[in-house]
């Protein structure tokens, strides 16, 4: 006696799981990769308009959004590719962006992901004068929720050694002028200047180095340089207490991830997970659903 089997159900049943399970993961990759993602806010540098513990969600298509930059769970960076941008950042917005790392690093040791205020786009003018901004020689008013943990004000010309650039007598009240660098812009390099673009040439992809008098660029001596990214100045609205580019630098164009929408979760970070019902009773009901702005 011969056994019949029938060929086509074990095809239907592993469509029909695949179906069932696997699509929605792949729908769920692609829309968190390319669309939407939340990211969870770890320091006070916001407050009060972001504060820690919220969960924000980033609009990734609008600045045109990226395939991974990095192989899952590691710092290893990988090819990737970038869609179209609807529009770029402006200053004002809320954005996040890879950190691009400490002031004298060229690559950060963790990859880590910073929500902070765009306040200069490329080729914009950021100057601080006594606290108050200026882009392009107007003054921006301060956020709705900008905070200051104190009265008193860093005087002019009294220069903090931890600030960007390096050398410069600026601090975190009187700062700049300094111009946000775009693509195509052309900076005189000798002995003085090298201090303060060694970095950011190195971050670039290029080695960069002081011999004698002369400034070497991948090995050759140079006059000049020619910037090769668009960069933008990101501050945080809590200015006393935000590590941002006035103290690390600017951020490259392709370190942006996408502009932060909606608080869309939020509790207190300190709380270990394992206490549940401290962990529970901490959430802040009256700030999920909260536009970022």
């Excluded at 190195?202 to 008098?213: A, I, Q, T, V």
Aim: with cysteine; glycine share 8%.
């Amino acid at each position: 006696m011969k056994l019949k089997f029938k060929k086509g159900r074990r095809d239907e049943n592993s469509n029909g799981w695949i179906g069932t399970y696997v699509s929605p993961v792949i729908i769920v990759l692609l829309l968190t990769t390319f669309v939407v993602q939340g990211y969870g806010v770890q320091s006070g540098s916001m407050e009060n308009t972001v504060m820690t513990g919220d969960f924000v969600f980033a609009n990734k298509f609008i600045y045109g959004a990226k395939s991974p930059q990095y192989f899952p769970f590691t710092d290893i960076s990988i090819p990737f590719f970038q869609l179209p941008a609807f529009a770029h950042p402006k200053t004002g917005d809320i954005v996040v962006f890879d950190w691009p790392g400490y002031r004298d690093q060229v690559k950060p040791d963790d990859h880590e992901n910073y929500v902070k205020r765009c306040i200069g786009t490329p080729g914009d003018t950021v100057q601080i004068k006594a606290r108050v901004l200026f882009v392009n020689h107007v003054i921006i008013p301060f956020p709705p929720d900008t905070k200051f943990e104190t009265a008193a004000v860093y005087p002019d010309g009294y220069p903090d050694p931890g600030i960007f650039p390096k050398r410069s007598d600026f601090n975190q009240d009187y700062y700049g002028p300094i111009v946000v660098p775009k693509k195509g812009d052309i900076i005189k390099l000798d002995e003085t200047s090298f201090p303060k673009w060694q970095t950011f040439i190195e971050r670039e992809g290029h080695s960069c180095e002081l011999s004698g008098s002369h400034v070497l660029v991948d090995r050759s001596p140079v006059k000049t340089y020619t910037i090769e990214r668009n960069y933008y100045f990101m501050m945080g609205d809590n200015r006393e207490n935000s590590l941002d580019s006035r103290f690390w630098g600017f951020v490259p164009e392709q370190s942006i991830i996408g502009k932060a929408m909606i608080v869309y979760w939020s509790w207190d970070p300190n709380i270990p997970f394992y206490d549940i019902p401290s962990k529970i009773a901490s959430i802040a009901w009256n700030r999920i659903g909260i536009l970022v702005k």
